[in-house]
């Protein structure tokens, strides 16, 4: 009877300790700052973000007129060291790259491979018959990047409106490239040295696409694409849909099993109350591993520059993994005071 008595008062004290390590944990677990959305104003649109190897985030915007009298910038850099705290850095070019007689400087996407920073962007402007991407390499995020030409044109890809490229390495160190808008989601391998392209294209998403952003993890691919209109000031309905696959080439499926060459994906991120137009994201891990998307949106309040370009700043917002699919709390952008990435661990 003593025994008896003896093991349930140690089992007691057993889960009495269990209990107050866990209430203490989380009283003392590491917590990122509060933020707000927008965490940096007036503009960085299309946004793509790399950490750097000095430990800094950066962020690489469009080619846009910030309305301060500066002028366009020609690929606005920000960076941060907590991803929500955000500094103006400068431009990606020292001068504009001008292997096109014409055209803005868009959707500029930044990856690090081969010891090197990569910057593949989109040369157009509205209503081009030939959208091209280029790119251009720099041995620091903060540039300033060389340019090193033309990758391709739309009429040579045979891809109308070949805009907003994304690249994407994979495992075993095959890069791709990822791009299109309106006229399906395309891939295809790129060189070893990321300045040419190999094989042959393969069409990954529909029509109802632009904005490609693909991740990997435990071991699916997921397509991140965005839907609707990107610029029509508080009228904008731009959204993020997804679609997830077994291989980098695809098939991708959205949640109800439909091919999303045939479907619109799954829902991610849509309009809200205060800011409508979220898309032409990016995804960031911070320190504990936590995913962030990073994106653009219209704040209602304040939604143009001057009197016709859509004001976009950037956003961003914590993704919570349920059952193998990526979500957004509410699926809309973050109001209010929010609590941000754990960093500089």
């Not at 001008?98 to 996407?109: F, R, S, T, V, Y």
């Not at 040579?156 to 907003?164: A, L, P, Q, R, Y």
Request: proline share 5%; with cysteine; aromatic share 14%.
């Amino acid at each position: 009877m003593k025994k008896g008595w003896l093991g349930l008062i140690l089992s007691a004290v057993l889960l009495l300790s269990v209990i107050g390590y866990l209430f203490m944990g989380d009283i003392f677990r590491e917590k990122g700052p509060v933020y707000q959305n927008p965490v940096f104003e007036p503009v960085i649109a299309d946004p793509s973000i790399v950490k750097g190897e000095d430990g800094f985030f950066y962020v690489y915007g469009t080619e846009d007129n910030w309305g301060d009298g500066m002028g366009s910038r020609i690929v606005p850099i920000v960076r941060s060291e907590n991803l929500v705290d955000w500094e103006y850095v400068g431009e990606a070019f020292l001068e504009k790259p001008n292997w096109k007689e014409d055209g803005g400087i868009w959707a500029p996407d930044v990856s690090f491979f081969n010891g090197k920073y990569y910057m593949y962007y989109s040369q157009s402007t509205w209503g081009d018959a030939n959208p091209a991407i280029g790119v251009a390499v720099s041995d620091v995020p903060e540039g300033p990047f060389e340019d090193k030409g033309k990758l391709f044109d739309s009429k040579e890809i045979g891809v109308n409106n070949s805009i907003d490229a994304q690249a994407f390495v994979d495992d075993d160190g095959t890069p791709y490239l990822f791009w299109g808008s309106w006229h399906g989601i395309w891939g295809i391998e790129l060189a070893e040295d990321g300045l040419s392209y190999i094989g042959e294209k393969f069409q990954i998403a529909s029509k109802d696409f632009e904005a490609a952003y693909m991740i990997k993890r435990d071991g699916l691919y997921y397509f991140f694409g965005s839907q609707g209109s990107c610029c029509e000031g508080q009228w904008s309905t731009y959204r993020v849909a997804v679609g997830k696959g077994e291989s980098v080439r695809g098939p991708f499926y959205d949640k109800d099993g439909k091919d999303i060459v045939n479907s619109s994906g799954t829902l991610v991120l849509e309009g809200g109350e205060r800011f409508v137009g979220p898309g032409h994201n990016a995804i960031v891990a911070d320190d504990a591993g936590q995913d962030w998307i990073i994106y653009h949106a219209v704040d209602k309040e304040m939604p143009w520059i001057g009197s016709g370009t859509t004001r976009r700043p950037l956003m961003i917002d914590k993704i919570v993994w349920e059952d193998g699919w990526p979500t957004i709390a509410d699926q809309q952008p973050g109001e209010g005071e929010l609590e941000g990435p754990i960093t500089g661990q």
